[in-house]
């Protein structure tokens, strides 16, 4: 199993193919709504590095971040799976959706995260650019 701190190690590698960060992206999603295979888990990581490193996929946030709110609004029963998290926490911040931010935050702590996983977290949001996203939120 692909962890965070693999995703975030694994960050500098280069991608054969340029369209595998957008079929990642597209898949992502699914994953949101309900998969819970070891296969779309690695695609959310997928999806989480390659967000991290491409900013034309930017627009593909608004969209995550929704699926992310609806998977948590229909599995209100832990375990909230860790690598949605972080995508959940990490396109919040991006769009400076500072309730959903929030939200991910408190899903943190109810999802006991390891201590290694706790930093990996603030690593991750301390890794944002200052400066805005604008892509188009999805309400």
Known sequence: MISIGNVLAMEAAEDPEDNLALQILADAPAYCYGTNSANGRTHALWALMQLRRDDELLPQLAPLRYACRLWFERHVV??????????????????????????????????RLSLSQQHDLIELL??????????????
């Open 78 to 111: 832990p375990p909230i799976p860790t690598e949605l998290l972080f995508m959940f926490a990490y396109a919040s911040m991006r769009l400076e959706c500072i309730e959903d931010v929030k939200l991910s935050l408190v899903l943190a702590h109810r999802r």
């Open 126 to 139: 301390n890794s944002i650019p200052d400066e805005p996203t604008h892509a188009t939120p999805v309400t």
